[in-house]
């Protein structure tokens, strides 16, 4: 008997700050439908977005903004709007709270934990008023509740607040894309660095890496992919740094181009403060593009293998820029990362997470797998 979801999540993928965790709840969500259950995915309304629709099987309602959807949402809980036989919160470090309702099974899924991110983006009332959201409210109101993390670091984290071990199950990012056909790397060393533009995201640092590798690597360039806040910032400090006849800012791009920008690129950086996974690791990874990444990010330690198929570095710009002349400067090295990458990112498949997925929810709403 298939079942009726919901999903809570702030963002769609048509939203203009969406990312990875997007790509990664949206793509489940449209498996769990092609499976024939019942998915509505609640989410916060934005400039040009139906209200009301469905895409590929998902049917989507927008209400609220970026702060008023969770009030909106528990509310809609409360009176049982929408006669839902599991919900699943993504606690993008705010959590739903669905468990206060009563109602029914609620999983919560986690990307990573944020408590380095909320003063980057608060100020320091809202950020310890945030963190204290996350770290101890959410545990409290989750304690019965199952939970998914995105990678064994988040699960980590989570049993760091005090959530059960065995309240977690691990579930990958997939990938669902091919080597591309007659699209070949660059014939002058270049970095890409993708993903939304907001300053926990750092891209300050791959400028800055371009412009401490200048002399050394004068044909050098930096594609930066995706939309955000923070753009205008990044465009002022390209300045600042005197790099910005190497940087090209593309701005939100399709999935093609995206792919053909990753598959040209000699190495994919990856300077966040912190990430659940990082998808466009395994994206880049499929066309032999190794990444440069920080260890404290907490994901990349998972998807990148450290000395094989990407590098890692412990923290600090310096480490940074030195971890990328590495792999720009030996051909050898990439070479190999190229070819090990390849074969790494092949064994994450989105039909395996969408498989586990629905076997989680099966579960958590007491019924047996087909």
Do not use: C
Not at 136 to 162: F, H, Q
Not at 300 to 317: E, F
């Amino acid at each position: 008997m298939p079942l009726r979801i919901l999903l809570l999540n702030w963002r769609d993928m048509h939203h203009p700050e969406a990312g990875g965790a997007e790509k990664y709840l949206v793509t489940v969500a449209e498996g769990l439908a092609d499976r024939g259950h019942e998915v509505i995915f609640r989410t916060a309304a934005y400039p040009g977005a139906l209200p009301d629709e469905v895409v590929n099987g998902v049917h989507y309602i927008r209400k609220g903004g970026r702060y008023g959807i969770y009030p909106r949402a528990l509310a809609a809980n409360l009176v049982h709007r929408y006669a839902a036989d599991v919900v699943v919160d993504v606690q993008n470090g705010m959590p739903y709270l669905s468990p206060l309702t009563r109602r029914r099974p609620v999983v919560n899924l986690v990307h990573h934990v944020h408590k380095e991110q909320w003063p980057v983006v608060f100020g320091p009332r809202l950020s310890r008023a945030g963190w204290w959201l996350e770290s101890r409210l959410a545990p409290t109101v989750y304690r019965r509740s199952r939970y998914v993390a995105v990678s064994d670091s988040t699960k980590r984290e989570l049993s760091g607040l005090g959530v059960g071990q065995d309240q977690i199950q691990v579930i990958h990012n997939g990938t669902d894309h091919t080597p591309l056909d007659g699209t070949h790397r660059s014939e002058h060393p270049s970095l890409v660095v993708l993903g939304r533009l907001v300053p926990q995201k750092r891209v300050e640092i791959a400028l800055e890496t371009v412009a401490r590798l200048a002399d050394e690597i004068p044909a050098l360039t930096l594609d930066v992919v995706g939309s955000g806040w923070w753009d205008p910032n990044l465009h002022d400090t390209a300045r600042q740094l005197g790099v910005e006849d190497r940087v090209t800012f593309h701005g939100h791009v399709s999935e093609t181009e995206k792919h053909r920008l990753l598959a040209r690129a000699w190495v994919h950086l990856m300077p966040s403060l912190k990430e659940g996974w990082g998808l466009v690791v395994v994206e880049a990874g499929v066309h032999g593009t190794p990444t440069v990444a920080f260890t404290e990010a907490g994901g990349p330690t998972n998807s990148i293998v450290h000395g094989r198929t990407g590098l890692l570095v412990d923290h600090g710009t310096d480490a940074f820029v030195d971890a990328v002349r590495e792999l720009l400067s030996d051909a050898d090295l990439r070479r190999r990362m190229s070819e090990e990458v390849v074969s790494w990112v092949a064994q994450f498949h989105w039909d395996e997470a969408v498989e586990k997925w629905e076997r989680a929810l099966l579960d958590a709403a007491g019924r047996q797998a087909r």
